[in-house]
């Protein structure tokens, strides 16, 4: 499986960005998938999640602004980013588990493969 991210850039408050995954060798019929960031200094952390039912999570940070979603026929992951803050800025990870080990959770230690990531940067 490799994923290969896209879409981040430098952006002012307000603002917005939509990232993509591209998912290659992910041949499953669900998917178990999820955004990460990590900013300097800082742990990684779950940002927004796909499950292998449809379901979808999000941290509270980021709830009501970003909404993840699927285009299942081009195996793209996508995260639309709006009204973009100062603290959202960090280099964003796409990351994937086989469906069947899908632990409903945006933890690092549930999912087995990483992409290489894409900056965010919000400027105030």
């Known amino acids: 499986v490799q994923l290969t991210e896209s879409g981040g850039n430098s952006v002012q408050t307000g603002g917005s960005l939509r990232l993509s995954c591209a998912a290659t060798?992910?041949?499953?019929?669900?998917?178990?998938m999820a955004w990460f960031r990590q900013a300097p200094g800082k742990e990684r952390e779950g940002v927004a999640g796909?499950?292998?039912?449809?379901?979808?999570t999000y941290i509270d940070s980021v709830k009501g602004r970003f909404t993840i979603s699927l285009d299942n026929a081009k195996n793209i992951l996508y995260l639309q980013m709006n009204d973009l803050e100062p603290e959202d800025t960090a280099m964003y990870y796409c990351?994937?588990?086989?469906?069947?080990?899908?632990?409903?959770?945006?933890?690092?230690?549930?999912?087995?493969?990483w992409g290489q990531g894409t900056q965010v940067t919000v400027s105030s």
């Open positions: 990351a994937a588990e086989n469906p069947l080990f899908c632990s409903g959770h945006i933890l690092p230690r549930d999912f087995k493969y």
């Open positions: 060798g992910y041949d499953y019929v669900s998917h178990c």
């Open positions: 796909l499950d292998s039912d449809g379901s979808t």
